[in-house]
């Protein structure tokens, strides 16, 4: 796939606050790509960058073969869609949509055709003569979501699109803009804090944290094989073993047998953390494979999932495990816990500071 975004080494500070700290990535033709973090990791920052509303202390953002941050933002080839959405109240469905389009000073065939097609492509060719207070808050991102994508711009920015939507709509709108993605063909680039939001609906992902890039990769491997304690933390649950990496792939100081080896990143006696997900220790009684025994604290079941919280003798924190099922376990219960060698991963501890 052919490289379309290309940033390179960008850093923004405000005051003595460091947003970003030299970013670096590269976004392909067609993709769908988020940047996901924390509030104040630097991911808006970056947005408005792209969208030209700030511009870089140092580095490049090239799109194709151009510099982009030598191009005034209300010509280039960008569109972003707003968090707040920004529609005209007092205009129409199709008049919100035609703006840009206007603005441009197009023909008035060319304007009716392209409005018509984009809304039929977004579901609302009924709804074109409505006002945006007539709309459900679906309906309206759709109508936001038309207007950036009937200019047809090479690149479309989406900052946290979803967020003013309930958890039902929320859900939905993620499988439908996917869709749209497919369907338009356009490079999208979305900032969300929201893990699951960008699971579903990224080709590949950046995970930001302090300005950093922590780690970019696809939803999959981001989640099967974190590289940093921050992304293992921050993507979805995690059962974390501090110890030291010794020959094997052993983690001395938590005896646990068992372990994935020790990745290049890791050298033999460095400290180490073994993360394992909730989903992936099995809980039982009389466990050959046991490596832990510990004793049930909490159960709570979420219709077809069941959680536990389990306390291990040495461990401050309960070990947390989660199934499919009805629980089958009770509180002050004694039970073992297991894991195989490939649902462990080896990461270098939390930086401090």
């Not at 063909?185 to 893990?195: C, K, N, S, Y």
């Not at 490596?291 to 309960?318: E, I, K, M, N």
């Amino acid at each position: 796939m052919t490289s379309l975004l290309t940033i390179t080494d960008v850093r923004r500070s405000f005051g003595d606050v460091t947003a970003l700290d030299g970013v670096s990535l590269d976004i392909r033709e067609g993709e769908f790509f988020a940047l996901l973090g924390p509030s104040g990791c630097g991911k808006t920052t970056l947005l408005r960058i792209l969208a030209g509303f700030e511009s870089p202390d140092a580095g490049t953002v090239t799109l194709g073969a151009d510099d982009l941050t030598a191009i005034p933002a209300h010509r280039r080839p960008v569109n972003l869609m707003f968090q707040s959405y920004a529609l005209f109240p007092h205009l129409s469905v199709e008049k919100n949509v035609a703006y840009g389009l206007e603005r441009e000073k197009l023909g008035r065939a060319e304007i009716r055709e392209r409005v018509g097609e984009v809304l039929d492509r977004v579901g609302l060719a009924g709804a074109a003569k409505r006002r945006p207070h007539q709309l459900s808050g679906g309906q309206r991102q759709r109508v936001a979501l038309a207007r950036a994508i009937v200019k047809r711009p090479r690149l479309l920015l989406l900052d946290e699109p979803l967020s003013a939507l309930d958890r039902k709509v929320r859900a939905e709108m993620q499988l439908w803009l996917k869709q749209l993605q497919h369907e338009v063909g356009i490079t999208f680039v979305v900032v969300t804090h929201d893990q699951e939001e960008a699971m579903s609906m990224a080709d590949r992902i950046a995970v930001l944290n302090h300005g950093r890039v922590e780690q970019v990769d696809t939803p999959v491997a981001l989640y099967g094989a974190p590289r940093t304690h921050f992304v293992a933390d921050f993507i979805g649950g995690n059962n974390f073993f501090a110890g030291t990496a010794v020959p094997g792939g052993l983690l001395d100081g938590t005896v646990l047998p068992g372990l994935p080896s020790v990745p290049d990143t890791i050298a033999e006696g460095d400290a180490a953390v073994l993360a394992v997900r909730p989903e992936q220790i099995r809980i039982g009684t009389g466990l050959d494979d046991a490596v832990l025994r510990g004793t049930v604290l909490d159960v709570s079941f979420y219709g077809g999932t069941s959680r536990f919280a389990v306390r291990v003798a040495d461990r401050a924190t309960p070990i947390q495990v989660q199934r499919q099922g009805a629980p089958g376990f009770v509180p002050d219960q004694e039970v073992d816990l297991s894991w195989s060698e490939a649902e462990a991963v080896l990461i270098q501890p939390a930086a401090s500071g």
